[in-house]
């Protein structure tokens, strides 16, 4: 297939379409894990749908000091990776095209959620992203528009956005793809040194630390249930090796509960050993959330979570989650 380059709304309103439009959103600079989006829209478009990629560094979500002028620009590249991912369309506004007239008076505010986690290490990035994604939601026009992720608290702002405001789109949310080593893509880590490449593994092994900390607590919690409140629950846990819970199970299965609390603990530690690597990992944030606000789990949460860091190695910042289930109160 022929991937048609256009550059003004007007091009991509007057193209002929037919079936469903699924939208994948990017700032170019595209690798593996937006082909992976690519190809996902493809499946949900279908052969008679449309999918539109979008090209767009915007400059409303970069801060003072943020990397702006040397984010990459690699439009070529791009087009022909979203070319063989199966893309229709490359839309590649200019910022003119999207802001005419300049920066936008009116803008999409994020609300408390934007202000935690990253909007605090960022402030002003989810308004200015948000803004944006109204944005080319409306240029765009399209059924379903989906996003990674790894972006953890973007992809909650945009859905929350779009049920808050009445967008009549389907959201999709694509799982992060990783390299070989663990860490997850992203236009970012072309920055990195080999030196720097190696602490920032340090990000995905602390995540996959917490979750099997977090697998552990939930095989104790299923099998605490499994067995009655009675002599023979003390014997079960004892059988699996917990001989202290096995001294009083009751006591074990109310402190597992208190699971988030050694979720973070694990995923730390494993932190703090990379903030003394050469060169070192500085830490911004380690955080067990709940997704619908982002506002910590507690250590008697149940239900989904998301455990998310950021940190920079360098002058490369990074970030990562994984997405996490804590089980009813026993």
């Not at 002929?16 to 493809?42: N, P, Q, S, Y």
């Not at 970012?188 to 990000?203: D, I, K, W």
């Amino acid at each position: 297939m022929t991937t048609a380059l256009l550059h003004t709304a007007e091009e991509l309103r007057t193209r002929a379409r037919g079936g469903r439009r699924a939208v994948v959103m990017t700032m170019g600079a595209l690798h593996e894990g937006h082909a992976t989006l690519i190809r996902t829209a493809r499946e949900i478009a279908g052969p008679h749908g449309e999918v539109v990629v979008t090209v767009f560094v915007n400059p409303l979500q970069f801060g003072a000091g943020e990397d702006l002028d040397r984010y990459p620009r690699t439009l070529e590249a791009d087009v022909k990776l979203a070319e063989q991912a199966g893309a229709d369309v490359v839309f590649a506004p200019s910022v003119d095209e999207v802001y005419p007239g300049g920066e936008p008076q009116v803008r999409i505010t994020a609300g408390p959620m934007g202000e935690r986690l990253e909007g605090a290490s960022r402030p002003g990035h989810f308004d200015g992203m948000l803004t944006v994604v109204a944005k080319l939601l409306h240029l765009t026009r399209p059924d379903a528009a989906l996003y990674g992720q790894k972006d953890a608290q973007q992809l909650a702002l945009i859905r929350r956005m779009v049920r808050d405001l009445n967008f009549g789109v389907e959201i999709v949310a694509v799982p992060t793809v990783r390299e070989s080593d663990g860490l997850a893509l992203s236009s970012r880590n072309r920055y990195l040194s080999p030196q720097e490449r190696r602490t920032a593994l340090a990000l995905s092994r602390a995540l996959f630390a917490g979750l099997d900390r977090h697998a552990a607590l939930e095989a104790l919690r299923a099998r605490a249930r499994e067995v009655p409140s009675s002599h023979a629950r003390a014997e079960a846990l004892s059988a699996i090796g917990e001989s202290r819970a096995a001294a009083d199970a009751h006591a074990v299965a109310k402190a597992v509960p208190g699971g988030p609390a050694a979720v973070r603990a694990a995923a730390r530690l494993v932190l703090d050993e990379a903030a003394r690597l050469d060169p070192p990992l500085v830490l911004d944030y380690l955080a067990l959330v709940d997704p619908a606000d982002f506002t910590e789990a507690d250590d008697d949460f149940t239900g989904e979570a998301v455990l998310a860091v950021a940190a920079r190695v360098g002058t490369t910042r990074l970030i990562d989650n994984l997405p996490l289930t804590f089980g009813a109160a026993l």
